[in-house]
């Protein structure tokens, strides 16, 4: 025996990016018990997840991105739709972004399944 645990060098190479991977989907605390809705826009797609007065959205397709810039404003149609909502503003990355949202005084607003009406 060699006397080594965990699975060495080899293991390793293999579940550091499996880790990565698992990630890459990963709803931040506050939503995690939120099922997604998915909303293509512009060729981005988003997994937009809504609880109150914040909303999420990650971009689940592999697209170059360098900053934040374009995908904030697909982001916020995202979040808009699905949440029925204004967004006031959004912050993250260029993968994950919470967005702020205005409801109003509608209560069917902010429903993560709200389709306008």
């Not at 916020?76 to 029925?84: I, L, P, Q, R, T």
């Not at 990355?93 to 109003?104: P, S």
Request: glycine share 14%.
């Amino acid at each position: 025996m060699m006397g080594q645990s965990g699975g060495g060098p080899i293991m390793r190479i293999f579940l550091v990016p499996l880790l990565f991977l698992a990630a890459c989907n990963t709803p931040g605390r506050p939503f995690q018990d939120v099922p997604p809705v998915r909303m293509e826009v512009a060729g981005s797609t988003f997994d937009v997840r809504v609880r109150g007065e914040l909303a999420e959205a990650i971009r689940i397709n592999p697209q170059y991105a360098p900053r934040l810039g374009a995908l904030e404003v697909l982001a916020a149609f995202a979040m808009a739709e699905v949440s029925g909502c204004e967004v006031e503003g959004v912050l993250g990355d260029q993968a994950v972004m919470t967005g702020i949202l205005d409801c109003g005084d509608n209560p069917e607003r902010g429903n993560p399944l709200w389709m306008g009406g």
